[in-house]
């Protein structure tokens, strides 16, 4: 993933969106990284992959928690608490 510093990211913007168009650009400010510019499809795919994983271990945490017995009763006298 290439490094542009904030300046150069600011004063070569309409490239940088070109770029990130390809692949993330890293932008650093005093040799840090401060943020990566990626593009529209890629933010929606990692969105929808954060979420499709989220729901995958959510599905996996209630079959956990039903084969140990958990019930919408407890599970309701517990978050009552």
């Known amino acids: 993933m290439p490094k542009v510093s904030a300046t150069h990211a ?4 309409a490239a940088m969106l070109d770029q990130a168009q390809r692949e993330p650009v890293r ?5 840090r990284d401060v943020a990566v510019l990626i593009s529209a499809d890629e933010f929606t795919r990692l969105h929808r992959d954060r979420w499709a994983e989220f729901n995958r271990l959510s599905g996996i945490a209630a079959e956990q928690a039903k084969a140990n ?6 599970l309701t006298e517990i978050l009552a608490d």
Do not use: A, V, Y
């Open 10 to 13: 600011k004063q070569n913007f």
């Open 27 to 31: 932008i650093q400010r005093h040799h």
């Open 69 to 74: 017995g958990l019930t919408q009763e407890i």
